[in-house]
């Protein structure tokens, strides 16, 4: 399961950002697989797997959707990603890529 940790912004901006940056070297990423973890406070880590809080269900399926679409909807459901103190040893604690937005 590919791991990743959003500070600082927008998260669905982040999410799409994060793609981005995969597809622009060649990495592919199997969404159903993915775990986005990002703080909405301080010491208020939340996490979301793909196939668990985030999964293709046949409305979704009928209606369209891709499973990019399915997680932009569930991010853009939570309030901007928390700035963190020391945010790369924080993703290397959790063994996960780390994505910055604006730092203030």
Known sequence: MRS???????????????????????????????????????????????????????GKLFAGMTMRQVWAAKLKGFKEARDVEEAEAEAAVLGADLICGARE
Do not use: C, H, W
């Open 4 to 58: 990743v940790l959003f500070v600082s912004g927008d998260l669905v901006a982040l999410f799409n950002r994060y793609l981005a940056d995969l597809e622009k070297n060649k990495i592919r990423v199997d969404l159903d697989r993915m775990r986005i973890i990002f703080f909405l406070g301080p010491d208020k880590t939340t996490q979301l797997e793909g196939g668990n809080q985030v999964k293709m269900d046949l």
